[in-house]
């Protein structure tokens, strides 16, 4: 009867420990994709501080297909902004971007051979169009050739932190659609990055250069063929998916890619970023974007988190050396600011990291002290759940703020450290003398 006791204990705890390891993979399931996106990768963060709300397969490697062009656009605005190329500077079409631009099945504005267009015709072209040709033109007028240009994007890429993108064509098509004049990599290559690469390029395209969502939010271009082109970002005003807010950003498609959009939004001075990879079809992109849109403007907001001028319990001054006061309060300079779950705020506690540089070996700072003298900053940490963190480095310093010397601490005259040191002594003859007296009784 003992024995078989023992034998179902045995079975009870396998039983048990199974059931656990399912939970586990469960919850684990439930953790990466608790809205259920019919999507290979997703990314929502805030716009304005880089704080991810919600991530899927992040850093999955995935085609990109058009939304490459946001490079491209980048690019332009950049070379517009240090004076490089201006807006109404004419670029002539030559034989190949013609032929490509006629090529059929592919998403492009008729260019004629010889005929010159601005830069701001092109852009426009590529960025509400998504003119394949017309963004080869642009490439080959930043770099001289589009095989310079893809040298020129995959450094700027590392230079803005896209640690998996990489470029072998302008425009986002497969090689083999650039009619055998693909000026990168293999025959069927496409331009590839992460989820989390798309996002920081987006980030950096719309804080950089404001400018760019007056064009995005384009949802028809009438251009001067007579022609009006459409806009494939359907969750803009007036189209298929109209969605409260959005004003772009791009939009991609390949049989490798799969289905993508990446868009923003904006609603009461909140803006969002999303990312959606490989979809399942070209409507589900938007549905999955909307999803993801839904969720951030309902479940997230800013708060402050903590107000000027706070002071850390239990740390709300410093020791200061030589000083004619032996402290000094401390405060944060300005508030802290964040993006957070809705009722999530008493999840946040403060953390203090002081300036190893500002004090002595004792941990004390040295007189004189100026009022407004940076000692350090104050940071926050969740306490416990789930927190992505930041999109970027740069970004993930919004969170911190310069913890500031509250008013100033002139440096003690000679007389006075004397004294102190004098003082010191005797105190210290005194101590040793006491505990000599003590220790013979």
């Given at each position: 009867?003992?024995?078989?006791?023992?034998?179902?204990?045995?079975?009870?705890?396998?039983v048990?420990?199974?059931?656990s390891?399912?939970?586990?993979?469960?919850?684990?399931?439930?953790?990466?994709d608790?809205?259920?996106?019919k999507?290979e990768?997703?990314?929502?963060?805030?716009?304005k501080t880089?704080?991810?709300v919600?991530?899927k397969?992040a850093?999955?490697?995935?085609?990109?297909?058009?939304?490459?062009k946001?490079m491209a656009e980048?690019?332009?605005?950049e070379?517009?902004k240090?004076?490089?190329i201006?807006?109404?500077q004419?670029?002539?079409?030559?034989?190949y971007?013609?032929e490509?631009?006629?090529?059929p099945?592919?998403?492009?504005?008729?260019?004629?051979?010889?005929?010159?267009y601005?830069?701001?015709?092109l852009y426009?072209?590529?960025a509400i169009f998504?003119?394949?040709?017309?963004?080869?033109?642009?490439a080959?007028?930043?770099?001289?050739?589009e095989?310079n240009?893809?040298?020129?994007?995959?450094?700027k890429?590392?230079?803005l932190?896209l640690?998996?993108?990489?470029?072998?064509?302008a425009?986002g098509?497969?090689?083999?659609?650039?009619?055998?004049?693909h000026?990168a990599g293999n025959?069927?290559d496409?331009?590839i990055?992460?989820?989390?690469?798309?996002a920081?390029?987006?980030?950096?395209?719309?804080?950089?250069?404001?400018?760019?969502i007056?064009?995005?939010?384009?949802p028809?271009l009438?251009f001067r063929d007579?022609?009006?082109?459409?806009?494939?970002?359907?969750m803009l005003?007036g189209l298929?998916?109209?969605?409260?807010g959005v004003?772009g950003?791009?939009?991609?498609?390949t049989?490798f890619?799969?289905?993508?959009?990446?868009a923003?939004?904006?609603?009461?001075g909140?803006?969002?970023?999303?990312v959606?990879?490989?979809?399942?079809?070209?409507?589900?992109?938007?549905?999955?974007?909307?999803?993801?849109?839904?969720y951030g403007f309902?479940?997230?907001?800013?708060?402050q988190?903590?107000p000027?001028?706070?002071?850390?319990k239990?740390?709300?001054s410093?020791?200061?050396?030589?000083g004619?006061?032996?402290?000094?309060?401390i405060?944060?300079?300005a508030?802290?600011?964040?993006m957070?779950?809705n009722g999530?705020?008493?999840?946040?506690?403060?953390?203090?990291?002081?300036?190893?540089?500002k004090?002595n070996?004792n941990?004390e700072?040295?007189?004189?002290v100026?009022?407004g003298?940076t000692?350090?900053y104050i940071?926050?940490?969740?306490k416990d759940?789930q927190?992505?963190?930041?999109l970027?480095?740069?970004s993930?310093?919004?969170?911190r703020?310069e913890?500031?010397?509250?008013?100033?601490?002139e440096?003690?005259n000679?007389?006075v450290l004397?004294?102190r040191?004098?003082?010191?002594?005797?105190?210290?003859v005194?101590s040793?003398?006491a505990s000599t007296v003590k220790g013979?009784?």
């Amino acid at each position: 009867m003992k024995k078989v006791s023992q034998i179902t204990l045995i079975l009870t705890m396998m039983v048990a420990l199974i059931a656990s390891q399912f939970s586990f993979q469960a919850s684990s399931a439930h953790a990466e994709d608790t809205l259920g996106l019919k999507a290979e990768a997703a990314v929502l963060l805030d716009a304005k501080t880089g704080k991810i709300v919600y991530e899927k397969n992040a850093d999955a490697v995935l085609g990109v297909a058009s939304m490459s062009k946001m490079m491209a656009e980048y690019s332009v605005l950049e070379a517009i902004k240090d004076k490089k190329i201006s807006w109404d500077q004419k670029v002539k079409i030559n034989h190949y971007v013609h032929e490509l631009s006629k090529a059929p099945g592919l998403s492009n504005i008729g260019l004629t051979e010889g005929e010159d267009y601005t830069v701001k015709e092109l852009y426009e072209a590529m960025a509400i169009f998504s003119g394949n040709a017309a963004t080869v033109a642009l490439a080959e007028l930043l770099a001289g050739s589009e095989k310079n240009y893809i040298n020129f994007a995959n450094k700027k890429g590392k230079e803005l932190g896209l640690k998996h993108a990489k470029f072998v064509n302008a425009s986002g098509l497969n090689n083999s659609d650039l009619m055998g004049s693909h000026p990168a990599g293999n025959e069927t290559d496409e331009n590839i990055m992460s989820a989390r690469d798309i996002a920081i390029l987006a980030f950096h395209l719309i804080n950089d250069f404001p400018e760019s969502i007056e064009y995005s939010k384009i949802p028809k271009l009438q251009f001067r063929d007579g022609e009006t082109y459409p806009n494939f970002n359907w969750m803009l005003p007036g189209l298929n998916y109209e969605y409260s807010g959005v004003d772009g950003l791009k939009t991609g498609s390949t049989d490798f890619a799969g289905y993508c959009f990446t868009a923003t939004a904006e609603r009461d001075g909140q803006r969002f970023i999303s990312v959606i990879m490989k979809a399942d079809s070209k409507d589900s992109r938007f549905t999955e974007t909307k999803k993801l849109l839904d969720y951030g403007f309902s479940n997230f907001k800013v708060e402050q988190l903590l107000p000027a001028k706070y002071q850390v319990k239990g740390k709300k001054s410093l020791s200061v050396d030589k000083g004619k006061e032996d402290s000094v309060k401390i405060v944060t300079k300005a508030p802290i600011k964040m993006m957070i779950r809705n009722g999530e705020k008493k999840n946040y506690q403060p953390a203090l990291v002081l300036d190893k540089k500002k004090l002595n070996e004792n941990g004390e700072l040295t007189a004189p002290v100026k009022k407004g003298e940076t000692v350090g900053y104050i940071t926050v940490k969740p306490k416990d759940g789930q927190d992505y963190g930041f999109l970027t480095k740069d970004s993930q310093k919004t969170n911190r703020v310069e913890v500031v010397a509250a008013e100033g601490v002139e440096k003690a005259n000679w007389f006075v450290l004397s004294m102190r040191g004098i003082g010191s002594f005797f105190g210290d003859v005194w101590s040793n003398a006491a505990s000599t007296v003590k220790g013979l009784f």
